[in-house]
């Protein structure tokens, strides 16, 4: 019997470590699909649109759902150049970017129940703030107070409208070796409580850190749940979302090199995203940007004309795992 026992408990385990991890059951894809430099978002009438939808509809495949990542800039009209890549699925998850020379207290809530009222309906997340914790080192720094402020009032105004499944949020750099501690010890201290977490995933992209990329990427998000989110008062009720995660071809590193590192990326964070409650990824970005000198210029997994790189097809076939 107890040979029966142990041979029956073998298969079982043979079985259970065959089986990958699943993937959160609220964890949902998405893509950014432009490029960074001032071109924008492609209109219908410009050669790239087509190519964009078509890179969108295999990307997202048989998902029902699929999130478009876009910034909204104060001045600009975010909505009318973003409306043909949406439908069939496809929402929104979009950045506020705060602009220091424009925005004041005020002025800068009004932009955010603007950005509600207008993205509400077409949307699945608002982010009140970019690299939000990083104020000192981006040309796009938000006060904490501001970040606290904004998600207050994006929250009051998606519930004064009926948005009840838009979250609201913000979105930051993440990093164990920031240092960012007492920006997060900060809202404890308010008291306010956003609808998720965006954090960009970028190991050995703006700093040389050779390794497995994928043990970095759970370790940083790790970190996040465990310390960072833990300071704000926040217990895993609080979703995280990977709103960046992307790897640069560029120096040491070849087209090999990157879609190895986000096989790696993708698979740790799909596998833990139950245990760490993620609740989404967005895969930054769609195709390289030749107007960008930097390591982000070629984080496509494209090239600008379209030709695919090894990483596309790596992401298309990662993407019909979830």
Do not use: C
């Not at 993937?23 to 009438?45: C, E, K, N, Q, R």
């Not at 999130?67 to 950045?95: E, F, Q, S, W």
């Amino acid at each position: 019997m107890r040979k029966i026992w142990t041979a029956t408990l073998a298969v079982a385990l043979a079985v259970a470590t065959a089986v990958p991890a699943q993937a959160s059951a609220d964890f949902t894809l998405g893509l950014y699909p432009f490029t960074i430099g001032p071109a924008g978002v492609p209109a219908p009438t410009d050669p790239a649109y087509p190519k964009i939808v078509r890179s969108l509809d295999e990307l997202q495949g048989g998902h029902d759902r699929f999130g478009i990542r876009a910034y909204a800039h104060a001045g600009r009209d975010t909505m009318k150049p973003l409306l043909p890549y949406l439908g069939h699925g496809r929402k929104l998850n979009l950045v506020l970017v705060h602009d220091k020379d424009t925005f004041t207290p005020q002025t800068w809530l009004d932009f955010v129940r603007a950005q509600v009222r207008a993205a509400g309906p077409f949307a699945s997340t608002i982010s009140v703030g970019l690299d939000a914790n990083l104020p000192e080192w981006v040309p796009w720094p938000i006060a904490q107070q501001d970040v606290i402020d904004g998600v207050r009032a994006a929250q009051q105004e998606a519930r004064r409208l009926g948005y009840r499944d838009l979250r609201i949020g913000f979105d930051v750099a993440i990093s164990p070796e920031l240092p960012d501690l007492d920006f997060w010890k900060g809202f404890a201290a308010a008291g306010v409580r956003p609808d998720f977490v965006g954090a960009e995933v970028y190991p050995d992209v703006q700093v040389s850190q050779p390794g497995d990329h994928g043990k970095q990427a759970l370790d940083w998000l790790t970190d996040l749940r465990e310390n960072r989110m833990r300071l704000a008062g926040w217990g895993q009720s609080v979703p995280i979302m990977v709103v960046e995660n992307g790897y640069a071809d560029a120096g040491e590193h070849t087209p090999a090199d990157q879609a190895a590192a986000l096989k790696a990326e993708f698979t740790a964070i799909r596998d833990n995203s139950r245990r760490l409650n993620i609740i989404g990824y967005d895969l930054f970005m769609l195709r390289d940007d030749p107007q960008d000198p930097g390591p982000f210029g070629h984080l496509g997994v494209l090239t600008n004309d379209f030709t695919p790189k090894p990483a596309w097809s790596t992401m298309r076939n990662l993407y019909r795992t979830v």
